[in-house]
């Protein structure tokens, strides 16, 4: 039984879709025949020239449901491509796939929608599911559509491959674990995922159906170590979609990246999309001590990567050491926060000294470092606020970028913050940009201060932002602060 795995805007065009290469490396682990499509790279290419500006990180919005100026950017793009949607709709059921499955993020579903919808009207037969991040949260309105037949949530590797063997032997796919069905969807049973405890037994990715020259770093890869997170920060989705937190072997790394680099001779970078790089550090200097080796024999040609990491004070100035000679070149630590206080009631239990110590760490071993702040949570005062200032202040010399949140502080569901208002003082509104906090006077306008202050701050100190953030926030601000008024009228 044939499979069709399909992207669809917008999504990263920097490199080839790491979801996809990875079920399609199962899937054909299995002996299933595999046609990859990421019309998310080819619509991009293929769209008018005006309308590429939309992939731009700070559109993300764009493609979601109508803006407050009424402007709706998805009917807009499928009638002016009219012809090229209809040609991949084509190119997909000509590959006779009987199942079709569609990864769905924010920022794809409403394409994946209308994809799956044209797919379904000209053939009736075809098996739609959707996976992916957004179908963990939004499942219950995924299968009201009926053109959608399955929503696989959490992990999709065991799932399609059990989804797939169902269908083939004519079994009832409301069984499979993580499976959301019409018949299903009422069921406590039907929400529990399909996990993999064992990373290591899974085959590498495959890339094969990718075309490297259509992405902005055709040199570069997508891996994954780890899967979920140590920590249990309480605005983070990321625990309920990944659960517990598990590492494959230094060795599994290893031979992945050893694996892409002999499939692929043009290769020479790897982006890891883990939570955390850091979170088993036996598994990560294994895999530092087997990159080290192969490099100075000659066994590897030269590579580098790069990840997110989370603070943590047993990463002395020799593993920092270690990670630059192994091939890291740029690490994105997550701190959130100058304020110890606010870092605490975030739950990253860690301290400010040691956030301090990491850095400096870094930056002697020749390691690029970003760091990620948030403004306004709902427990931070003006007071939090100076200290996050003088944060960057004292550690301006081993920050090379800032990444302020374009949200500042959002509360989504899923969360514990979320699940949790009460707790942390949150007065009025669900809404994850609009509610208030502090009597009031933790509020959208004062997140926007903050983020402003911060910024200027950040750039007065040498530290780059990235432009594409503040271009984001400024060109919403406005509409942001009127829709905010608005809702404050209507309380």
């Known amino acids: 039984m044939k499979v069709a795995l399909v992207l669809c805007p917008a999504w990263s065009i920097d490199m080839p879709h790491l979801a996809l290469g990875l079920l399609s490396s199962n899937l054909r682990k299995e002996g299933r025949e595999v046609a990859v499509f990421d019309l998310n790279v080819k619509l991009y290419h293929q769209c008018k020239e005006h309308y590429k500006v939309l992939w731009r990180k700070e559109n993300d919005s764009r493609w979601g ?11 807009m793009f499928i009638q002016e491509h009219e012809e090229i949607v209809d040609y991949y709709v084509g190119r997909i059921l000509n590959t006779g796939a009987s199942i079709i499955g569609l990864s769905v993020y924010y920022t794809t579903e409403r394409m994946s929608l209308e994809i799956a919808r044209r797919i379904k009207a000209r053939d009736g037969s075809r098996v739609i599911v959707f996976g992916g991040p957004q179908c963990f949260m939004s499942y219950r309105k995924m299968i009201a559509y009926e053109f959608v037949d399955a929503v696989a949530i959490g992990e999709g590797d065991l799932t399609i491959c059990a989804l797939v063997s169902a269908i083939e032997k004519g079994e009832d796919i409301s069984g499979c674990a993580g499976v959301i069905t019409k018949k299903n969807v009422r069921s406590d049973v039907s929400r529990d995922p399909c996990v993999v405890d064992d990373l290591d037994a899974l085959p590498p990715a495959d890339f094969s159906d990718f075309v490297p020259a259509e992405y902005l770093f055709p040199n570069s890869l997508p891996v994954l170590f780890s899967r979920g997170c140590i920590k249990r920060c309480v605005f983070c989705t990321g625990h309920g979609f990944w659960g517990r937190y598990r590492c494959g072997s230094g060795s599994k790394l290893f031979n992945d990246i050893s694996y892409h680099m002999g499939q ?24 530092c001590d087997l990159a080290i080796g192969a490099l100075g024999k000659g066994y590897l040609r030269r590579f580098n990567w790069s990840a997110q990491a989370v603070v943590r004070p047993d990463m002395g100035a020799e593993l920092w050491k270690k990670l630059r000679q192994a091939g890291c070149t740029h690490m994105a630590l997550g701190i959130e926060s100058g304020s110890q206080k606010v870092v605490n009631d975030m739950g990253k239990r860690f301290r400010i000294e040691d956030a301090d110590k990491n850095l400096r760490y870094a930056r002697e071993a020749g390691i690029r470092i970003s760091t990620n702040f948030m403004f306004g949570f709902p427990t931070e005062s003006r007071d939090d606020f100076s200290d996050t200032l003088e944060f960057l202040r004292r550690n301006k010399d081993f920050i090379d970028e800032v990444l302020p949140s374009e949200s500042f502080c959002s509360i989504d569901k899923g969360t514990y913050l979320y699940g949790h208002a009460e707790e942390f003082g949150i007065l009025s509104g669900s809404d994850s940009i609009f509610w208030e906090a502090g009597e009031g006077a933790n509020n959208l306008p004062e997140r926007i201060r903050r983020f402003e202050e911060f910024c200027l701050a950040a750039k007065s100190l040498g530290i780059d932002v990235p432009a594409s953030v503040e271009e984001k926030v400024g060109s919403n601000k406005e509409l942001w602060l009127r829709a905010y008024q608005m809702q404050k009228e209507q309380r």
Do not use: I
């Open 65 to 75: 449901m109508p803006g407050r100026d009424g402007e709706d950017t998805v009917p």
């Open 264 to 287: 692929y001779p043009d290769v020479r970078s790897f982006q890891f999309y883990d939570l955390l790089v850091n979170g088993d550090l036996r598994a990560l200097e294994d895999f």
